[in-house]
């Protein structure tokens, strides 16, 4: 099993977590700040949180994230 990495990009406030490699055949919007891309077979790879420092609880700050994203990348 792949382990997912998760990118924050602190200046556009966006959370990136990659489930799986694959190309975004189609992309879902779950709410007005989150989006799932799908590949080929239907299968999802991606979710894109949006103004993630808004919509994550209040106890999880930009450092917080960026700690997140030092361990889950592998």
Same mark, same amino acid.
Request: net charge positive; proline share 3%; aromatic share 6%.
């Given at each position: ?18 489930? #799986?490699?694959?190309?975004?055949? #189609?992309?879902?919007?779950? %709410? ?10 239907? #299968? ?8 993630? %420092?808004?919509?994550?609880?209040? %106890?999880?700050? %930009? ?12």
């Amino acid at each position: 099993m792949k382990k997912t990495k998760i990118n924050y990009d602190k200046k556009k406030d966006i959370l990136y977590i990659m489930l #799986r490699n694959g190309v975004e055949e #189609r992309f879902e919007d779950i %709410s007005k700040d989150v989006t799932v891309e799908y590949d080929a077979k239907n #299968r999802p790879i991606g979710i894109e949180i949006f103004n993630a %420092s808004k919509i994550l609880p209040a %106890s999880t700050s %930009s450092r917080n994230l960026r700690e997140i994203e030092q361990v889950a990348n592998i």
